[in-house]
């Protein structure tokens, strides 16, 4: 399975609750985009169950490194998934 790339001015159009973010908890309690769901990268295995295989999640992190080991272990599991090219650091560089 693959994962598809998008840039962050894509991820505006995604709806937050469709949007994982795998920093550890304490990044991502500093900043983070609104409405979007925390999941450590570390724990994602534990949370597979509770995801939905008939939606497309977003997955971000600081830099994009974290984001495509999460797409990867995701689409080899079946989920359809997009990875936010530059992470939360293009985010932020955007909204500035």
């Not at 973010?21 to 295995?45: K, Q, W, Y």
């Amino acid at each position: 399975m693959s994962f598809n790339l998008i840039s962050v001015e894509e991820l505006e159009n995604r709806s937050a609750e469709n949007i994982i973010d795998v920093r550890d908890t304490s990044d991502f309690n500093a900043v983070h985009i609104e409405g979007v769901r925390n999941i450590p990268l570390i724990g994602l295995p534990n949370f597979v169950e509770e995801l939905d295989p008939n939606t497309i999640y977003s997955v971000i992190c600081y830099s994009g490194n974290r984001s495509t080991q999460a797409c990867e272990y995701l689409s080899a599991r079946g989920f359809q998934c997009e990875n936010v090219v530059g992470g939360m650091n293009a985010w932020l560089e955007k909204e500035n």
